[in-house]
């Protein structure tokens, strides 16, 4: 038949999805000729309009299945033609990239942990949402105690949020958002019986006006050792071996008597600085108090655990990483570590 002749010649010659569009109207749309063709066999005597609508029919069947065709080919041609522009030539060089680097404070706490894994200390972390037990009251400060007034403290609505406990139980009471490092000593003691020595990295939270030196939100190294005849010359020993590690041999470590509710005796520790010839005064520490330890043991039987921390004695030290980072890489304002400037942070790239 000349017209489907015609027809499937000019689907197969469509050069583009655009062009076999327009054949698809022409030929099947709604004022398109088989449309029209159709129409017209209502003038038509029966016999006459019989054979004509199956022709119609048969040139309808044809040309869908041609133009189904040929556009399943020109989206495969449209596909090879975008894979092969795209397609990358692996035995060029590559393209380099943007260098990354660590963020300062990363660094001064890796460089921390670094110095007490030397000295025999197991890194452990913990929970940033704590619960009331093991933030103050298992650390000897109780309810209304005047010692709270230490720490400002974010405390959370009753949002459902459910925290975990050391060995997995569900912690009752409420929750905030830790103000120190300290709650991981009563966590750490639950779940492990001693001898051990551990330090505790974190980001904690404080409710407190911000300035070059003060931050609602800073970072601090926890020290615990746990043992027979730990005294304060093993404390002091550890502190000094830190010293030595940051500032070289010409450093030194002066201890002053001061007052925290989970340690006794209490001590604020300085480190000789050499180059800067001055004392920095880095963190607090002292004696794991009796009661921080009777209140663990207390726990533990709740628990269903034996008592184990009868008959030992412990220290504890906590220190702020920003302040060394500060100092390390001469930065005026703590700010300035929260503040996400890329041209303070890109100072930092390849720094190891």
Do not use: C
């Amino acid at each position: 038949m000349r017209e489907l002749e015609e027809a499937l010649a000019a689907i197969q010659s469509a050069q583009d999805l655009e062009a076999l569009k327009a054949l698809k109207a022409r030929y099947l749309g709604k004022k398109g000729l088989i449309t029209q063709e159709m129409k017209a066999l209502a003038a038509l005597p029966l016999e006459e309009r019989k054979a004509r609508g199956q022709a119609l029919n048969a040139l309808k069947e044809a040309l869908e299945r041609a133009l189904e065709e040929r556009e399943k080919a020109l989206e495969e041609e449209a596909l090879r033609r975008a894979l092969e522009g795209e397609r990358l030539d692996v035995s060029l060089p590559g393209v380099g990239l943007f260098a990354g680097g660590l963020h300062p404070i990363t660094l001064m706490e890796r460089e921390l942990l670094e110095i007490f894994r030397g000295l025999g200390y197991q890194a452990v972390t913990g929970p940033e949402v704590e619960g009331e037990f093991f933030n103050f009251d298992a650390l000897n400060i109780p309810e209304h105690h005047p010692a709270r007034d230490m720490w400002d403290t974010f405390w959370l609505e009753d949002t459902g949020l459910r925290l975990k406990g050391p060995l997995g139980e569900e912690v009752e009471g409420r929750l905030l958002l830790r103000t120190h490092t300290s709650p991981m000593q009563v966590r750490y003691m639950v779940a492990h019986t001693p001898p051990f020595r551990i330090v505790v990295p974190g980001r904690v939270f404080r409710f407190e006006q911000t300035d070059a030196t003060h931050e609602a939100v800073f970072h601090q190294l926890e020290g615990l050792v746990v043992g027979e005849g730990i005294t304060m010359a093993h404390l002091k020993g550890a502190i000094y071996e830190l010293a030595q590690a940051l500032y070289g041999p010409e450093s030194r470590v002066r201890f002053q008597p001061v007052y925290f509710p989970f340690v006794e005796p209490g001590a604020q520790f300085a480190i000789w600085w050499p180059e800067g010839r001055k004392w920095l005064e880095l963190g607090g520490a002292g004696m794991v108090h009796p009661r921080v330890f009777q209140a663990v043991d207390a726990y533990r039987q709740r628990l269903g655990l034996p008592p184990a921390y009868q008959g030992v004695t412990g220290f504890a030290f906590g220190l702020g990483v920003e302040r060394l980072a500060m100092l390390r890489y001469g930065i005026p304002d703590i700010r300035y570590f929260f503040a996400g400037r890329l041209k303070f942070l890109e100072q930092f790239r390849g720094v190891l």
